[in-house]
């Protein structure tokens, strides 16, 4: 297995694009083919990768057939090609205009109206003739030139010259239009992912060299000053400053850094000058693995998106066909006017290019997902960005998913003589040769220094805690039953969390609650999803049943499971995806969430401070952590669909009025003009408002 990825420059013809593709899919040795029309990437996947130059040559003949003037070139990663302003075209819409207006100024007629309508014909419309003969010679004759070219012939053959004319005219014009609205959309997406650092300043030896990113390795250092981005992710080992991080999370507050905190590539710094140790190569960090999910996400088409494909595949031939329906049928067999009928016949031909709906629609959901990334939500596909509107259920994670994963002394309780300081007190010596969670968080909560010579006789008792001598007094720090097991009378307790018991001289001194906190406004967010239309938020723990419950009821899930090993989460996830109407999405951020982040409909992980195994296993990654990002990626997604879906209305509902129209010979060229050309470049610029969030 192989890859190739190539770019092809300058072109912007979307049913050519999907011919091209089409066409490469049939090359002896191609497994699969995907055009990125929005960034003119074409990734093709190979059987074997020896075949690789013998599929590039080919797919350089399929591209000289079909769009001679594009250029293939190997994916540039530095640069994108979104287009300049066509000039040669400009200079031939300006001397056909000054030709086409000629015969009504001068009122010619007979000879000299012809010849300068055929002038001007020639000018404006001979490569769209060429394109179309050699379309039709490659075998691939349904699309917008060859409809062009038969419907402005046509309109000579019946002696109607100033149409066929103007049809061509307009079209080159409507098309300059549409290519410049083309490129302003590419270039509106490109400059949401314009975070790719340019350089690294690598310290060697105290000589700063300016470097390309690629050639820093880790452990070495880099010098980020202000206001240059952060090249590489790497450690601070000395300095400090605010950082702009906008381009990775979305969040537009400034983040203070200081020396041994970690930062990302992409952010930017503010102020202060920084020696960062690199932790990840680049092709690693965190601005590599954005810029390629973001721009490789149009792979992954919508089914609105492959419907469309497959529409406009069926929809021209079928149109071309009834318009020689048109043409023939009431003259030949009715006796009507061959003239009348064959007029009403092209302007059907020019009405039924589908150009709006196969430009825009891709162009709506690449929309989306740069305005998602831009908000620190990347989405790997079309795909995934549509399927958020069919999602009926979120189940989520708990630890580092509505919780923040970082356990701290919450409450202590006392019920004998002792003070909550002493209490603790004796819990750091307790817990002072043990490195679980709990035991460092209470050691944080006292943060004084143990003495360890106060200390004998250690004992952890596995699954219940530990047995201590502390001054020659027996001390136990553990769960109820560690407790009970020494006939020791155990308080209850209504802490949120895992609860220390702790005991000494057989009676129940006091409990320590230590508890991983909430994220902030986690319970706001469930309501927010809920409001756009999620009917059953469910969590899953690996935690304790009833810490997992108390969790959930604070954050108003509606049902909750706890003490799960992984393989349970996936036992338990296939239940719910079985009960479940529409799709169902999965929250999660470690290791062990991997797998039903795959399994799931839309698996969505934590990617700031999630495993690797996670953020590759899901569909969609949360840079900031913030499970709020979620209900923001709703929304966006729900934008998204509404202006799909009014493309599609609206280009369709406007083709069909003046096809119907057309047909009964009330619409002209110039309605027909409109409804190709004009509808397509209204359908593009609709497209850019998903850019907007």
Same mark, same amino acid.
């Given at each position: 297995?192989?890859?190739?990825?190539l770019?092809?420059?300058?072109l912007d013809?979307?049913?050519?694009?999907?011919?091209?593709?089409?066409?490469?899919?049939?090359?002896?040795?191609?497994?699969?083919?995907?055009?990125?029309?929005?960034?003119?990437?074409?990734?093709?996947?190979?059987?074997?990768?020896?075949?690789?130059?013998?599929?590039?040559?080919?797919?350089?003949?399929?591209?000289g057939?079909l769009?001679?003037?594009?250029?293939?070139?190997?994916?540039?990663?530095?640069?994108?090609?979104?287009?300049?302003?066509?000039?040669?075209?400009?200079?031939?819409?300006?001397?056909a205009?000054?030709?086409f207006i000629?015969?009504?100024?001068?009122?010619?007629?007979?000879?000299?109206?012809?010849?300068?309508?055929?002038?001007?014909?020639?000018?404006?419309?001979?490569?769209?003739?060429?394109?179309?003969?050699?379309?039709?010679?490659?075998?691939?004759?349904?699309?917008?030139?060859?409809?062009?070219?038969?419907?402005?012939?046509?309109?000579?053959?019946?002696?109607?010259?100033?149409?066929?004319?103007?049809?061509?005219?307009?079209?080159?014009?409507?098309?300059?239009?549409?290519?410049? #609205?083309?490129?302003?959309?590419?270039?509106s997406?490109?400059?949401?992912?314009?975070? %790719?650092?340019?350089?690294?300043?690598?310290? %060697?030896?105290?000589?700063?060299?300016?470097?390309?990113?690629?050639?820093?390795?880790?452990?070495?250092?880099?010098?980020?000053?202000?206001?240059?981005?952060?090249?590489?992710?790497?450690?601070?080992?000395?300095?400090?400053?605010?950082f702009?991080?906008?381009?990775?999370?979305?969040?537009?507050?400034?983040?203070?850094?200081v020396?041994?905190?970690?930062?990302?590539?992409?952010?930017?710094?503010?102020?202060?000058?920084?020696?960062?140790?690199?932790?990840?190569?680049f092709?690693?960090?965190?601005?590599?693995?954005?810029?390629?999910?973001?721009?490789?996400?149009?792979?992954?088409?919508?089914?609105?998106?492959?419907?469309?494909?497959k529409? #406009?595949?069926?929809?021209?031939?079928?149109?071309?066909?009834?318009?020689?329906?048109?043409?023939?049928?009431?003259?030949?067999?009715?006796?009507?006017?061959?003239?009348?009928?064959?007029?009403?016949?092209?302007v059907?031909?020019?009405?039924?290019?589908?150009?709006?709906?196969?430009?825009?629609?891709?162009?709506g959901?690449?929309?989306?997902?740069?305005? #998602?990334?831009?908000?620190?939500?990347?989405?790997?596909?079309?795909?995934?960005?549509?399927?958020?509107?069919?999602?009926?259920?979120?189940?989520?994670?708990?630890?580092?998913?509505?919780?923040?994963?970082?356990f701290k002394?919450?409450d202590?309780?006392?019920?004998?003589?002792?003070?909550?300081?002493?209490?603790?007190?004796?819990?750091?010596?307790?817990?002072?040769?043990?490195?679980?969670?709990?035991?460092?968080?209470?050691?944080?909560?006292?943060?004084?220094?143990?003495?360890?010579?106060?200390?004998?006789?250690y004992?952890?008792?596995?699954?219940?805690?530990?047995?201590?001598k502390?001054?020659g007094?027996?001390?136990?720090?553990?769960?109820?039953?560690?407790?009970?097991?020494h006939?020791?009378?155990?308080?209850?307790?209504?802490?949120?969390?895992?609860?220390?018991?702790?005991?000494?001289?057989?009676?129940?001194?006091?409990?320590?609650?230590?508890?991983?906190?909430?994220?902030?406004g986690?319970?706001?967010?469930?309501?927010?999803?809920k409001?756009?239309?999620?009917? %059953?938020?469910?969590?899953?723990?690996?935690?304790?049943?009833?810490?997992?419950?108390?969790?959930?009821e604070?954050?108003?899930?509606?049902?909750v499971?706890?003490?799960?090993?992984?393989?349970?989460?996936?036992?338990?996830?296939?239940?719910?995806?079985?009960?479940?109407k529409?799709?169902?999405?999965?929250?999660?951020?470690?290791?062990?969430?991997?797998?039903?982040?795959?399994?799931?409909?839309?698996?969505?992980?934590?990617?700031?401070?999630?495993?690797?195994?996670?953020?590759?296993?899901?569909?969609?990654?949360?840079?900031?952590?913030?499970?709020?990002?979620?209900?923001?990626?709703?929304k966006?997604?729900?934008?998204?669909k509404?202006?799909?879906?009014?493309?599609?209305l609206?280009?369709?509902?406007?083709?069909?009025?003046?096809?119907?129209?057309?047909?009964?010979?009330?619409?002209?060229?110039?309605?027909?003009v409109?409804?190709?050309?004009?509808?397509?470049?209204?359908?593009?610029?609709?497209?850019?408002?998903?850019?907007?969030?």
């Amino acid at each position: 297995m192989g890859e190739i990825v190539l770019e092809l420059k300058g072109l912007d013809c979307a049913s050519c694009a999907s011919k091209i593709e089409k066409l490469t899919q049939n090359i002896d040795g191609v497994d699969d083919v995907n055009l990125d029309f929005v960034s003119n990437t074409l990734r093709v996947k190979l059987m074997d990768s020896n075949l690789s130059e013998m599929v590039i040559g080919e797919i350089k003949d399929i591209v000289g057939r079909l769009e001679p003037d594009v250029v293939i070139s190997q994916r540039d990663e530095e640069t994108h090609d979104h287009g300049n302003i066509d000039r040669e075209g400009i200079v031939k819409i300006i001397v056909a205009g000054v030709l086409f207006i000629m015969p009504l100024l001068f009122k010619l007629e007979g000879m000299p109206r012809f010849a300068i309508y055929a002038v001007a014909y020639l000018v404006i419309g001979a490569d769209i003739l060429m394109r179309a003969a050699r379309n039709v010679m490659a075998g691939q004759p349904f699309d917008e030139y060859f409809l062009m070219s038969i419907a402005t012939i046509g309109a000579f053959i019946i002696r109607e010259y100033p149409e066929g004319v103007a049809v061509m005219l307009f079209y080159q014009i409507g098309e300059l239009f549409q290519g410049m #609205a083309v490129n302003h959309s590419r270039r509106s997406i490109s400059s949401l992912l314009d975070i %790719r650092p340019d350089y690294a300043n690598l310290d %060697r030896d105290g000589k700063i060299d300016i470097v390309d990113p690629r050639d820093v390795h880790i452990g070495d250092h880099i010098i980020v000053k202000p206001g240059e981005k952060v090249p590489l992710d790497g450690l601070i080992v000395e300095g400090s400053s605010s950082f702009d991080t906008s381009n990775i999370t979305g969040e537009s507050l400034p983040r203070t850094a200081v020396e041994g905190d970690r930062i990302l590539s992409g952010f930017v710094n503010n102020e202060g000058l920084i020696r960062v140790q690199v932790e990840k190569e680049f092709g690693e960090s965190t601005v590599s693995k954005i810029l390629d999910l973001v721009e490789n996400a149009s792979s992954k088409k919508a089914p609105t998106e492959n419907f469309i494909t497959k529409f #406009a595949r069926y929809y021209t031939p079928v149109v071309v066909f009834t318009a020689l329906a048109i043409g023939l049928i009431p003259p030949l067999f009715f006796g009507l006017d061959m003239r009348d009928w064959a007029y009403r016949a092209f302007v059907f031909l020019v009405i039924s290019c589908p150009c709006a709906l196969v430009i825009s629609i891709p162009l709506g959901f690449f929309g989306g997902i740069g305005g #998602a990334s831009k908000k620190g939500i990347l989405i790997k596909g079309g795909n995934y960005l549509e399927g958020l509107n069919d999602i009926d259920t979120i189940v989520l994670d708990k630890t580092g998913t509505i919780t923040k994963g970082i356990f701290k002394v919450t409450d202590i309780d006392v019920y004998d003589e002792l003070s909550k300081d002493a209490i603790l007190e004796l819990a750091a010596h307790g817990e002072a040769y043990s490195n679980h969670p709990i035991a460092v968080s209470i050691m944080e909560a006292y943060g004084g220094e143990v003495d360890k010579n106060r200390i004998t006789d250690y004992l952890e008792i596995a699954g219940k805690g530990i047995k201590v001598k502390i001054d020659g007094q027996e001390v136990l720090l553990g769960n109820r039953q560690l407790l009970e097991d020494h006939a020791i009378d155990v308080q209850e307790s209504q802490g949120i969390g895992t609860i220390i018991h702790i005991g000494m001289n057989k009676v129940h001194m006091g409990t320590i609650i230590v508890s991983d906190e909430l994220k902030d406004g986690v319970a706001e967010s469930i309501e927010d999803m809920k409001s756009l239309g999620i009917q %059953r938020t469910i969590m899953l723990s690996g935690d304790n049943s009833d810490i997992a419950k108390k969790v959930g009821e604070l954050v108003a899930v509606d049902e909750v499971y706890g003490d799960l090993l992984p393989q349970d989460k996936v036992e338990i996830f296939e239940r719910i995806m079985e009960e479940s109407k529409g799709k169902v999405a999965f929250v999660g951020d470690g290791v062990n969430d991997a797998p039903v982040l795959a399994r799931a409909d839309i698996g969505i992980a934590m990617g700031g401070l999630g495993s690797d195994a996670a953020i590759e296993a899901s569909d969609i990654v949360i840079m900031t952590d913030e499970i709020g990002k979620i209900a923001t990626g709703l929304k966006i997604s729900k934008n998204t669909k509404k202006i799909v879906t009014q493309n599609i209305l609206f280009a369709l509902g406007i083709k069909l009025i003046v096809l119907g129209l057309g047909a009964f010979g009330i619409a002209t060229m110039w309605e027909a003009v409109f409804a190709d050309v004009g509808v397509s470049i209204i359908a593009i610029l609709n497209s850019i408002r998903a850019l907007r969030i």
